[in-house]
Each structure stands twice: as structure tokens, then as C-alpha cells.
């Protein structure tokens, strides 16, 4: 190896150290960079999980809908919001309360309803095309 490529090596090297803040440390004799402030034990276990509960209706104002097949939401809570979600439609619902978290969740799943419900199919690709289908498959106005 040329001096000048071990110099342009170590210069890099130098230059990198730099970025990494002081409280950080070496894990052992690997490569792994961490910081002792950070527990992610710590971190993520003040998260509280609820069961996974289905829904079958669902209610706005005067309008009343039900489902072809329930849906199943999860609710958690992270620090003092509580939050209400279904992966497979892509929404999230918060609130102060478990039922706040709940009722903001149906509101969107609603929303997105009347939303897909509008879209033309040949303006719509991968994800957008499914949920599309399955808004249009899942709900049922009463």
C-alpha cells in the first residue's frame, strides 16, 4: 500500500470518528457502535397491548354500516395516547382513552371508504388497487 493511500485511508477514518458522538462506545471486539443512555428494554416496554378485538359495526352520525368480515383492531397505549390500528387497511385511530383511540379508528375506516369508493380503478396501482378492493369488499351501509 502507497503512503499516500494509507494517509487518504486514515484521513477517512479520522473523519468518520468524528460523527460519532463521545457518549458512544464499541460493543466488545465487534463493530457495533451503542450508547449506554439507550435501553431499548426500557424503551419499549411502557408500551401496554391490549388483546385484538373484532369489530362488525360501525356507526357515523346517522350512518350505520357492518362488515362482511370483522375486523381486527389492536390497541396499545404509548405514553398518554392510545392508539387503535388495523395493519391489513392501513389506519390508525388515537385518543386519550381506549374508546377515543377506538371511535377516531372508525372514523377513518369510514373515511377511506367513502374515499376509495370514489376513485376510478384505472388511476390506482399496487397498494391503493387493494385497499380499494377491500374497502369496497369489507362494508356494507345499513
Known amino acids: 500500500?502507497?503512503?499516500?493511500?494509507?494517509?487518504?485511508?486514515?484521513?477517512?477514518?479520522?473523519?468518520?470518528?468524528?460523527?460519532?458522538?463521545?457518549?458512544?462506545?464499541?460493543?466488545?471486539d465487534?463493530?457495533?457502535?451503542?450508547?449506554?443512555?439507550?435501553?431499548p428494554k426500557k424503551v419499549f416496554t411502557h408500551q401496554r397491548r391490549y388483546q385484538?378485538?373484532?369489530?362488525?359495526?360501525?356507526q357515523e352520525n346517522?350512518?350505520?354500516?357492518?362488515?362482511s368480515k370483522p375486523i381486527l383492531v389492536t390497541v396499545y397505549q404509548d405514553e398518554d395516547l392510545f392508539f387503535?390500528?388495523?395493519?391489513?387497511?392501513?389506519?390508525c385511530g388515537t385518543g386519550h382513552t381506549p374508546q377515543e383511540a377506538l371511535q377516531d379508528?372508525?372514523?377513518?375506516?369510514i373515511h377511506f371508504f367513502e374515499y376509495y369508493k370514489n376513485l376510478d380503478e384505472s388511476n390506482l396501482i399496487g397498494d391503493a388497487l387493494r385497499l380499494k378492493e377491500l374497502y369496497q369488499d369489507l362494508l356494507i351501509e345499513e
Open 1 to 28: 500500500m502507497s503512503p499516500q493511500l494509507a494517509e487518504y485511508a486514515y484521513d477517512i477514518m479520522k473523519e468518520k470518528a468524528e460523527d460519532i458522538p463521545e457518549n458512544y462506545t464499541r460493543s466488545g
Open 52 to 58: 385484538p378485538a373484532p369489530i362488525m359495526r360501525l
Open 84 to 91: 387503535a390500528e388495523n395493519e391489513n387497511l392501513v389506519v
Open 30 to 39: 465487534s463493530v457495533v457502535v451503542t450508547s449506554p443512555e439507550i435501553n
Open 62 to 67: 346517522t350512518r350505520k354500516f357492518h362488515t
Open 105 to 109: 379508528l372508525l372514523l377513518h375506516i
